[in-house]
T-cell receptor
């Protein structure tokens, strides 16, 4: 059982549709991060959230940290083929601690 | 470009062979990490080094050893490769978890 559970594992949508990816845990995290990984490359950091209830926006991507700091979501509005990739959430149990990663959500946006 | 450099990109080993994966970063980060990535498992931490001269076990350390050669370099060694070690290996560096990690582009290792 992973400390961070992501759902769904796979998502296939048409260009222009919206999607939401979830990252859940029974543990409290001091911070949570989202990464995107493309084939043949390492993950690239998208955002870090640190405050319960925090919402951050990055163009068409909206990230939310749950009030209890146990869960997070990533919402993409009007998805584009360039959003295709593996999305990974990762949490730190305390400041300065190493990151624990979720299993990932593979997103495919078809033109 | 600044970042994390891993070598080699691809490797095929026979069971029982040994090899060392190399990693170097030029961002002056104190912490460095080795992860393996398997389908549906996300990234699992093998070993990490919080600072030069220190190393600690992660979630899946069995069958691996590491060396933090200096602040820039952190190598991962497989002494006797097994098919279960077939995976994609990523090296990362960072200041502290909250600031995020910078990852290398990975080494795809197949053990036959």
């Amino acid at each position: 059982t992973q400390l961070l559970e992501q759902s769904p594992q796979f998502l296939s949508i048409q260009e222009g549709e919206n999607l939401t990816v979830y990252c859940n845990s029974s543990s409290v995290f001091s911070s949570l991060q989202w990464y995107r990984q493309e084939p043949g490359e390492g993950p690239v950091l998208l955002v870090t959230v640190v405050t319960g209830g925090e919402v951050k926006k990055l163009k068409r991507l909206t990230f939310q940290f749950g009030d209890a700091r146990k869960d997070s979501s990533l919402h993409i509005t009007a998805a584009q083929p360039g959003d295709t990739g593996l999305y990974l959430c990762a949490g730190a149990r305390a400041a300065g601690n190493k990151l624990t990663f979720g299993g990932g959500t593979r997103v495919l946006v078809k033109p | 470009n600044a970042g994390v450099t891993q070598t080699p990109k691809f490797q095929v080993l026979k069971t029982g062979q040994s090899m060392t994966l190399q990693c170097a970063q030029d961002m002056n980060h104190n912490s460095m990490y080795w992860y393996r990535q398997d389908p549906g498992m996300g990234l699992r931490l093998i070993y990490y080094s919080a600072s030069e001269g220190t190393t600690d076990k992660g979630e899946v350390p069995n069958g691996y050893n590491v060396s933090r050669l200096n602040k820039r370099e952190f190598s991962l060694r497989l002494e006797s490769a097994a098919p279960s070690q077939t995976s994609v290996y990523f090296c990362a560096s960072g200041r502290q978890g909250i600031y995020g990690y910078t990852f290398g582009s990975g080494t795809r290792l197949t053990v036959v």
